[in-house]
């Protein structure tokens, strides 16, 4: 059976890999729990881990730190894996002010191991990365833009379909995150040209699901959908609460991952979100979250905003579809919002 090695196996879209790819693949999942370390305990993923052992027949577990050279050296050499889907990170903007070195060491040299790893011991083997739109920076915010009612959007034909992949990704804003993200991002592509590799960058947008585990300063709708349940107050940061996002339910990041795997290309970006159909507003999150929960929402403004934040940003997914067209969005934000408000509700039993 071939076997495929996910790296922050505990996470949303890792665990979501692991469970697609479960019928057909050895899984092997690689977590240390980082994000409870990161984000206290409130972060912790263990749940998570042991939920993926109870559903997955032999599911493999690695405790394991990327940034360990030797560790993920030595992992990759004996197991062989015919496939590296890379989600492990630190994923927060916010946090990586506080802590630059574990956030440099962790998204840029953390994706350098396994990368090196990758062509070292198996170089044919497809590499996917998690990457993220901080990528662009605060860049987008220079789009031309309206404001409506419950929220911005692009006042410019040339983005009625959302950013795509030629947008720059220099000379702007991006958070200490962002521009580790950078590195590893364009690290990927590097492995992929310069030694004729199969990697794919996956610029996320918001990534979400009922299995996220969401706090402030990651986790957008996971967060925002457990305050409500809670009736714990949220907190809106600048722009009016209008700021817009594109959501992408894990599932259909997994499709997608396997569409890649199927017909795998040489350093790949793809811009990976819900795109135009699948945006909201803070606002417009509070009131699909108070449909399903029938709860209303608690929040306070903050006139400031994150550094670095987007405005607006959703994702122009007609390169991912040009080059997979068997590919699409198949989970609606409306169905997503309302398995996100299912799970927490069972989890807080």
Request: proline share 3%.
């Amino acid at each position: 059976m071939k076997k495929i090695l996910v790296t922050g196996s505990s996470g949303l879209v890792g665990s979501e890999v692991c469970i697609h790819f479960a019928k057909d693949y050895e899984i092997h999942g690689l977590d240390n729990n980082q994000r409870a370390v990161f984000f206290g305990p409130q972060g912790d993923t263990r749940w998570n881990q042991q939920r993926l052992s109870s559903l997955i027949k032999d599911f493999k577990h690695h405790e394991l730190d990327i940034r360990d050279r030797k560790g993920v050296l030595e992992l990759i050499k004996g197991l062989k894996p015919d496939v590296i889907v890379h989600t492990a990170a630190q994923p927060s903007h916010d946090r990586a002010a506080a802590i630059p070195f574990d956030d440099f060491d962790t998204n840029a040299v953390g994706t350098l191991n396994l990368l090196e790893a990758t062509r070292q011991f198996v170089p044919e083997t497809p590499f996917i990365h998690m990457s993220t739109n901080k990528v662009y920076g605060d860049a987008p915010n220079k789009i031309k833009l309206k404001e409506l009612e419950t929220r911005w959007d692009y006042d410019d034909v040339a983005y009625e379909h959302g950013i795509a992949e030629t947008f720059t990704i220099d000379q702007s804003k991006h958070s200490l995150f962002g521009a580790s993200k950078v590195a590893s991002d364009v690290m990927v592509q590097e492995y992929g040209r310069y030694f004729n590799m199969y990697t794919c960058c996956l610029r996320g947008g918001c990534l979400t699901g009922p299995n996220h585990t969401g706090v402030e300063l990651h986790g957008f709708l996971s967060y925002l959908v457990k305050c409500n349940l809670e009736g714990k107050k949220y907190s809106v940061f600048g722009y009016k609460g209008k700021q817009v996002r594109d959501n992408i339910h894990s599932h259909d990041i997994a499709c997608f991952m396997e569409a890649f795997i199927n017909e795998p290309r040489i350093g790949e970006v793809y811009n990976l979100g819900g795109g135009r159909e699948n945006t909201c507003s803070i606002l417009e999150a509070f009131a699909i979250t108070e449909k399903f929960s029938e709860k209303k929402q608690v929040y306070e403004y903050n006139d400031r905003n994150r550094e670095g934040d987007h405005i607006c940003y959703y994702s122009d997914l007609r390169k991912m579809k040009e080059h997979y067209p068997s590919w699409d969005i198949t989970i609606s934000l409306e169905e997503t919002i309302r398995q996100i408000v299912d799970a927490w509700k069972t989890r807080m039993l």
